[in-house]
């Protein structure tokens, strides 16, 4: 356990911020869903469960509609058609109100941090203290205190964003992200772009802070190494659809052709390496124009 | 840059700005001088009042008295009928004569009041009777010809 | 071909009447905006850091473009005057020349101008990077409303430093009109003052001056952060999104201000 986070593997923590929860609802529900943005689907009939307590991968490669899933949970875009459902909630359905309500459930890691440039880290980590509880100052600087030194920076609290480089960057805009002590935690695409230490460090991190705190993580990224140590289940996204799910042992065994793709990196598979183009004889040997 | 620096910051702008409106309202604009003077309102009918607007100043000896508050036509007599707002510290005879004048050759027109003999003074409310119509150019150019045509003329044709 | 031609004319107009469409459509967009904002303003002054911080960053920094531009415009504007108004012996009548030319329409439009540029600019820019960066989802998915708390104030800010700059640029070009009228050319500085105060009425010239610099704080202030909200995320949004911010504004601003002076100015004494 590290140093400062409150909690034990028996009973996960539960923050005294939070209402109690229905213990056996899972999650995240998504019962077929379909996204399209102006004419072309996103998403096609797409259902996965993401139970409470777990670490969930979505992977896929670039474009294959991963984040969209995040927007769909969180509740910033709205589904074609299909359900989705949060802690039992609705969230295509609800109004204003009971979304931001139910957003302050939830934390979110952004690709590369998303950090308000005009505060230093401490300030961006105060912030949904501020926001959302009446804390006194005291109380709020002990609990940034806490979360940055959950993630490993608490001397780096008088910073600027600019001044941090990619890694602290995240592990901050982590911080920040359990402020509030959520119950899901979703993460954009955490590892892009880290050196192997940062990547570590980010994975570690999320695993720890899933045990501790005793939430949700969904997770999307197309990380397969760093995946397969920390997650305990895996969705394969492709073209809008799954086409694969399972756990670490049962994906690195699996003989799915995507799967093996993904896995094995291989450049030409059920992914194809070349874009949609005519006949390469036809390209060279026709008249230009 | 901290709370308290900014705040002063905005602070002396929002003063400096606030001044500059006071001022401009003050010393390039009239707005003491149009005040709520206490004053008493005189009436006075004119057969043509010319280009006196409402706000011209009325004048006594060339030093302004009061301000012309409001022109209307009077619908049965045809006569222009003038209110005027004059000073508390200044009086005028019952018999005294108001004129419109042009300050200078072509410059605004004001209401110059000249003061009789008569020992009753004009009170609040009171119509001064002896009235100058404003001088129109034309009605003074044809009178000028007509005096010319009908004259006997020296050596002129007829 | 006829036929050809007739379709590159029929794709011209098409496209014009498509632009002219989409014109009206971003102005109801900027409308329903717009109300959306006075709909979340009083969070924006429940913080009223937030709104002070704004008005510093876009009025106290453009003190010196307007301080420094209003002093010129002055000092133009009493040499040209001069030059027109001793033709006809008119010299003394520089004051009320210049104060007018300030105070109805310089004064509110150059200073719109200026502002336009120097903190509407920096307004659209400062709202698309913190779109683009993801800045503005952040705080969405953290419960916080973003109109309420970045685009609000931000509006407020403009809407509350205009009609103050524009005074500052309509005292600071008096000032330089007297610098050079009366300290320059000589003109007896009693006149020069006295004709103004009889010639400008608060009134008429002053409040409708300031009444136009807040209709065009409104103008610029919505564009301003209209653009930004609604620019694409990317560095070559952000950058278009800044240059229309300026042009829009321009133009806004010499359009309201043909409205306003029609309405205010008719028939003047």
New interface residues.
Partial sequence: MPAGVPGGPRAPYRSPLLPPLDPAAAAVELADVSFAYDARMILKGITMVIPRGKVVAIMGSSGSGKTTILRLI?G?LKPLSGSIRVAGQSVPDLDRDAL??L??K?G?L???G????DMDVFENIA??LR??TSLPEELVRDLVLMKLNAVGLRGAAGLMPSELSGGMARRVALARAIALDPMLVMYDEPFAGLDPISLGVVGQLIRRLNQALGITSVIVTHDVYESLKIVDYLYFVSEGRIVAAGTPAEVRASSDPFVRQFIDGEEDGPVPFHYPASSYREALFSDAG | MSRSTLDLWVGIFVTIGLGAILFLALKVGNLLTVGNTPGYRLEANFDNIGGLKVRAPVKAAGVVVGRVEDIRLDPKMYVAVVNMRIDQAYTFSKDSIAAINTSGLLGEQYVSVDSGGDTTMLKDGDRIAHTQSAVVIEKLISQFLFDKASAPPAGAKP | MPADALGMVGNRIRAIGASAIGAIARLGHASRFLIAILVHSPGAFRRLHLTIREIYFAGVLSLVIILVSGLFVGMVLALQGYDVLVRYGSAESLGVLVALSLVREMGPVVAGLLFASRAGSAITAEIGLMKATEQLSAMEMMAVDPLARVVAPRFWGGVISMPLVAALFSTMGVYGGYLVGVRLIGIDAGSFWGQMQSAVDFRQDIVNGIIKSVVFGVAVSLIAVFEGYYSKPTAEGVSSATTRTVVVSSLAILALDFVLTVFMFRGVR
């Fill in positions: 969180g910033q931001y309500e957003r302050r939830f979110m952004f690709q590369f998303a950090l308000f440039t912030f949904p926001e959302h």
